[in-house]
């Protein structure tokens, strides 16, 4: 299986498409990932980028994980409107679009988790697509788990914990779907 991971630092901390690729493996799924990936960017980057549509199109993934920016998140019709751009392309290649939920800071908490869950559940609604719920999922783990730090010490990046929560979501819905 191939898959393109497209994000930021949320992204690419820790190589979490490694840790991905390691959870796919436990699961006797070879999987082989690639990233396109610059920090602090968003989907209005991405979508101005060629080497984003190129791979996309032309690159044969079976999935395509679409991770925004996440701390802010920007204007969110900038979001929704480039979102809808880079998964009809997904959908075009004959790939599956898969939306990263991303969590809020340590300092926002969980309460402010919903609105940027609904950013994406709201997409996921418009495009069927599918929704891996990283945020969501960070806040359950969190709350079983207090001793176990999923951030890294800048409150807004993952821990390697963090991240291989981040993979295992992911690979959950993957494997899945």
Request: charged share 20%; aromatic share 10%.
């Amino acid at each position: 299986m191939r898959i393109l991971f497209i994000g930021n630092s949320h992204t690419y901390y820790n190589d979490m498409p490694h840790m991905f690729a390691d959870i796919c493996r436990e699961h006797h799924v070879e999987a082989e990932v690639t990233m396109l990936a610059h920090g602090g960017k968003g989907w209005d980057f991405h979508v101005e980028e060629p080497e984003v549509r190129f791979n996309i199109l032309y690159g044969g993934y079976d999935v395509v994980v679409l991770q925004h920016v996440a701390h802010p998140m920007g204007d969110l019709s900038v979001m929704a409107a480039c979102g809808r751009k880079l998964i009809r392309w997904v959908q075009e290649a004959g790939a599956r679009p898969v939306l990263y939920m991303t969590w809020t800071t340590k300092t926002d908490g969980e309460a402010a988790q919903n609105a940027m869950s609904n950013a994406y559940r709201e997409l996921q609604k418009e495009t069927g697509c599918e929704l891996a719920p990283v945020g969501e999922k960070w806040w359950e783990y969190h709350r079983a788990h207090p001793e176990i730090e999923l951030y890294a010490a800048d409150g807004r990046h993952a821990s390697e914990a963090g991240s291989r929560l981040a993979a295992t979501v992911i690979a959950e819905v993957i494997l899945n779907g």
